[in-house]
């Protein structure tokens, strides 16, 4: 199968890198004139709470928060933007409506903000859509997204909230994976179609009808083609009774004889 659809372009770091940078720009315009963001993020099932779904994922509450989430969203942008182009901007951009709606239903009363919803979303799409596609490479980017940060997938259950600590918002990253795994399957990727070349992977393929799998019995066993006898052609005629009389005609030319 051809990999002439991996191609490196400049997106694959400047993506990740501008969106990055725009969640640290922000977190310092919080901090730095207390702006108080974190009542911007999704507050479920409040109509001021619906600007979260677009707010929330640029929004942190302090700097350990935007640290451990600035780096899974590199990496896995770039994967992204570099295996699936035609997909990404879709993927980021319905991922946090719809991820952030999710959220707005499911989620406890209390503000959810942070870039992990979207970090679910993209492990979620990145992890599915490889084994839908059944493509080498994506496969193991699939596993490989597995091994690097499988651990994420205990963080989708409900945790119980203990006084004085931090409150993790697993109704985010549930409504994350969900939507991931939804967008993999909207999203088809035609580009990356195995060709087929056989007759054998045809779709309308049948066995039946295939002269070289007669030759095998439902064992697996090869056998001869049964002998095919063909039928003697009987040609039909018609005969009558009647009598039927014959007159020789002696047919004698009208011509003068040469003389001697």
């Keep these: 199968m051809s990999d002439k659809h ?12 501008l969106f990055v940078v725009v969640l640290w720009l922000v977190f310092w ?3 730095r004139f207390d702006f108080k963001f974190v009542q911007n993020g999704i507050y479920p099932r409040s109509f001021s709470g619906l600007q979260g779904v677009i707010f929330s994922p640029f929004i942190h509450a302090d700097l350990e928060h935007l640290y451990n989430n600035s780096i899974p969203i590199l990496v896995l942008l770039a994967a992204l933007q570099f295996f699936y182009p035609k997909q990404s901007l879709a993927v980021i951009v319905y991922g946090i409506l719809l991820s952030g709606m999710i959220t707005w239903i499911i989620g406890r009363e209390n503000y959810h903000i942070g870039a992990s919803g979207l970090i679910y979303v993209l492990f979620s799409f990145i992890f599915f859509k490889g084994i839908q596609t059944k493509h080498i490479r994506l496969v193991a980017l699939s596993l490989a997204v597995i091994v690097v940060y499988g651990g994420l997938v205990w963080y989708i259950f ?11 918002s697993w109704e985010g990253h549930l409504a994350g994976l969900l939507t991931g795994f939804i967008l993999s399957i909207i999203y088809k990727t035609p580009e990356f179609k ?3 070349k056989y007759e054998w992977e045809m779709p309308d393929y049948d066995p039946i009808n295939d002269k070289f799998m007669q030759r095998f019995d439902d064992n697996g066993n090869f056998v001869n083609l049964p002998v095919v006898v063909e039928e003697e052609l009987i040609i039909s005629y018609f005969t009558t009774d009647l009598p039927v009389n014959y007159i020789i005609v002696v047919n004698e ?4 004889k040469l003389e001697s």
């Design 194 to 196: 195995k060709v087929a």
């Design 29 to 31: 315009l919080d901090f």
């Design 158 to 168: 409900p945790t119980p909230d203990v006084r004085g600590e931090k409150s993790i």
């Design 253 to 256: 030319k009208n011509e003068s």
């Design 6 to 17: 991996f191609k490196f372009t400049n997106a694959v770091i400047t993506a990740p890198l």
